[in-house]
């Protein structure tokens, strides 16, 4: 039961922290939503910060699923796989209201103020881009993207102008910017000539 409470709260604050962000994020509020006595949150909980923190684990623990489900589809060639896990995101973002990314909102908010959630912050945004930076190495190899490529360099690219177009969509409530961002990156990502790029999708044919 104990266990069911802390991940009930930190559920709930997943969701408060996006709508609310952490210096809005009313604990009584929290409480009151899951029925839960004040004391019970001081017991998995030394303090706000603390659950904040372990509201992030929570979140990443979702995002790390999502990588795993359509980075790890071996069936489908490895840009339409990175392409896939950030339509998947966007409807995800389209379902709670746009209101964007939890990381995103709680850097914007804290990073000036709290080297603690800067730090947390950064290290989320890295394991990400490490994340894709391997799909995009498994890109290099199959002919997706051009030899010598600096995938670690792309993929943090493709996280910095997410996290940018994330925010737009927040503040306009649609998805284009993500849309348009997500193509404008893959063009660039795919830097061969015309004539490489046909090459790779013509197969081999034998005399």
Known sequence: ????????????????????????????ALLEAGDIPKGSFYHHFASKEDFALQAIDLYMVEVHAGLDHFLGDTSLPPLRRVRRFFEATIEKYRG??????????????????SEVFR?????????????????????????????????????????????????????CRDARPLRE????????????????????RTPNKRA
């Open 119 to 171: 730090r947390k912050v950064e290290q989320c945004f890295g394991e990400i881009a490490l994340r894709l930076g391997s799909c995009l190495d498994e890109a290099v190899r199959v002919g997706e993207l051009p030899k010598g490529t600096d995938t670690h360099r792309l993929a943090e690219l493709l996280v910095d102008a997410w996290e940018g177009a994330a925010l737009r969509t927040r503040l």
């Open 1 to 28: 039961m104990a266990k069911h409470t802390r991940q009930d709260l930190l559920e709930r604050g997943v969701g408060m922290l996006l709508r609310h962000g952490y210096h809005d994020l009313g604990l009584a």
């Open 96 to 113: 709670e209201g746009y209101l964007g990314c939890l990381l995103g909102g709680l850097g914007q908010e804290l990073s000036g103020v």
């Open 181 to 200: 961002m997500l193509d404008f990156w893959l063009r660039g990502a795919d830097a061969r000539p015309p004539a490489a790029k046909a090459r790779r």
